[in-house]
């Protein structure tokens, strides 16, 4: 792509990001993913700009695609979300974990600083987030950054050593354990693949973390296998969940597009009394599920 091109593009794909109230929401998706795509530091700037939105799920999707990118120019628009303590928890909790995911070291002090944060799933990922750099870091870490098949940079490397599911799921639901080291074994299993790691990981939704519990519903959409229907079914519609599960939960299940999944996103979509991050999240669980059917 020439230079004129490019600069079209990135106007074209911000007139779209920024489209509030013009744009549906699936379509801003859109465009957010292809400026992750282009990867430049212009892309990394338009997508800073769309964090002055007024939709949580927007802005918690512009800082996941930041840290995906991991892009050190992305990491001041991080550290502004993360300690702007006026925006929504799901938000700054992601600003922290794509903060992680750069992996500079000079993160690091700013991470420390909400290690006591009061919202639980900021504290929990600054915790992750500075032990995912430590790990990265030393010698211990062995593994590239992109530790498996689903190219993602995770808040936690799978384990190097080969471990049965049982021991892995021990290792998964064990309190007593640091995050860190649980997530490991979480991702671990996701690695594996099959329906005896699904069910290990199944049982994870019923941890005391939110964090915890949305990082599963995460995994699920990743693996994209049916077996893993069941429990994201059953997350999204305990009313009593946290948004932050029930979000996640609702994107995995139009990931995986098995044909049970449309008429509970389709509920939660059009329900009026649903928390908007829940309502939104659905409609793009509704856009993702015809991608994977193929329906224009």
């Known amino acids: 792509m020439v230079a004129a091109e ?66 050190v120019s992305a990491i001041p628009h991080l550290t502004v979300v993360l300690e702007n303590t006026d925006e929504a928890p799901m938000v700054r909790h992601e600003a922290a974990e794509a903060l992680g995911a750069i992996g500079d070291p000079k993160s690091l002090p700013v991470l420390r600083k909400y290690l006591a944060d009061p919202e639980k799933v900021v504290s929990q990922t600054c915790e992750l987030a500075v032990a995912n750099i430590e790990h990265t870091e030393s010698k211990e870490s062995e593994q590239p950054r992109y530790g498996s098949v689903y190219m993602s940079v995770d808040p936690a490397p799978a384990l190097t050593k080969e471990l049965p599911v049982s021991e892995l799921r021990s290792k998964l639901l064990n309190p007593k354990l640091p995050l860190f080291e649980r997530y490991r074994a979480m991702f671990s299993l996701r690695n594996k693949g099959d329906e005896e790691a699904i069910a290990a990981l199944g049982a994870g939704f019923c941890d005391d973390s939110a964090l915890f519990r949305h990082e599963i519903a995460y995994v699920f959409g990743q693996m994209q296998h049916p077996a893993s229907v069941p429990y994201l079914l059953k997350v999204l519609a305990n009313t009593t969940e946290e948004p932050i599960v029930r979000h996640e939960a609702a994107e995995a299940l139009g990931s995986i597009g098995t044909e049970e999944c449309l008429p509970a996103l389709k509920k939660y979509r059009g329900d009026a009394e649903v928390d908007r991050v829940i309502q939104e999240s659905c409609d793009v669980g509704v856009d993702m599920w015809e991608w994977e059917n193929n329906i224009s």
Request: hydrophobic share 45%; charged share 30%; glycine share 6%.
């Open 6 to 71: 490019r600069t079209s593009r990135h106007q074209e794909l911000e007139a779209r990001l920024l489209g509030a109230g013009k744009v549906p929401l699936a379509d801003r998706f859109r465009a957010l993913f292809e400026l992750r795509h282009i990867g430049d530091d212009t892309a990394v700037d338009i997508i800073a700009k769309a964090f002055t939105d007024s939709s949580a799920l927007l802005k918690h999707e512009l800082a996941y695609v930041l840290g995906q990118m991991r892009k």
